[in-house]
């Protein structure tokens, strides 16, 4: 089998979003004739808030050998970031925070030494020799990472690929989350790090045509897309109760960019009916500032109608969002070709997909072709599909025939899929 290195900092039991596309990866490569060794750091299951992921966690390496895959996992020792973070980043010393980020950005041009993974590249330089793999795959983010493929390129002569999750320094997203002087004054440093760093690559990874399209003209390099897509398994899990009050579900992360006075506006029209709904945005307390930003919007007299979730492990989740009867999507203000992970999942389970906003882009064209989505620029159009699809669920054989009816037309978006392009790209 062609060996092939896979560094990311997320893998289970990690069960952070980030970690379910590289976990994927390594556990079915081998049905592509190719036998993964995966680089990673020690993770705990139990991860409730940002500071979890920071905490010092392992003593020694731990190596899992399998038939199809292994995986080493490096103890985790926090940088001087992610020191600062979990002692400083929320509280009254934010500032001193700050500059320890900034320091942490120039200490990068020079040496990995003072961040989270300074004991990776050693270890995989040792690794490279010992095992000779064909190639490499470095999954970002942390960004940061992609300045090991850029060194064990210089000194052990092995060719590497950025796997882009998100993009860096072109991401339109990070930016307007946070767009601050200072930030943009780090964006303009990493984006010499990022032509530097990546240019030592053969090619690079993203998740959608625009994202891949975008970041191959910033480095003139080709490119490969792979969307997140989703599990097969999916598609097969038993069925649960619904609620008992109509629910829409919002599923992890909601970004500054993302206008919730759409939905909140089509609660208020449901409430003056008499006939409101649950809304639930599940899992984003794992962000405290975003959950007291949801909260702060939502009108005193909808609070009883709003729930802002703490994070589930990955299986109560799916759970959770199979009992909804709407499943929630929103698109990123003005920023066109952003593939919301979270939309291959909605997919699979095959519920209506209320995209309120719609993104006019993207989204809105997978939902289009599997029948699943309904789309809304305003309160007034969101309150009126709602009320649609409640008639939808009137008719339990309608509602089933739309979930099978969409089998077909997602199937390319699965894991499974996806994996064949990437495969079929590393075996040329």
Known sequence: MKKVLLVSF??????LTPAQRITFWAENFHRHGIYPIVVTRAWNQDIKTHQDTKRPLGEKVVVEKYSTHEVHYLPFKPGILDWAYLHLGEGIFRPIFLLVKVLDVLFARFTLAFTSFSNFLPYLSTLIQKENPENMIISGEPFYLFRLGYQLKKRKGISWIADYRDDWTTNELQMEKGGSRVRKWIASIESSYEKK???????????????????????????ITVQNGFEES????????LEKEFTIMYSGVVYPSQDLKVILGALELAFAEGNPFRLIFLGAGFDVKEKRR????????LTDNVEVTSRFPRAEAIRRLQKAHVLLGMA???MKGIPSSKLYEYLALGKPVLLCPTDGDLMEKILSESSLGFFAKDSKEAFLLIKEIRTIYDDL?????LKQNSRKAILPYSRENQLKILATHLGN
């Open 234 to 241: 999916l598609l097969n899990l038993p069925e649960v109760d």
């Open 10 to 15: 997320y893998y289970t039991p990690c069960t």
């Open 397 to 401: 054989d309608k509602m089933d025939k």
């Open 294 to 301: 949801i909260e702060a919007l939502v009108p005193s007299h």
């Open 197 to 223: 760093w990546v240019g030592s690559s053969e090619q690079i990874i993203s998740v959608s045509e625009p994202y891949t399209k975008r970041i191959s003209d910033f480095l003139n390099l080709p490119g």
């Open 332 to 334: 990123y203000g003005n």
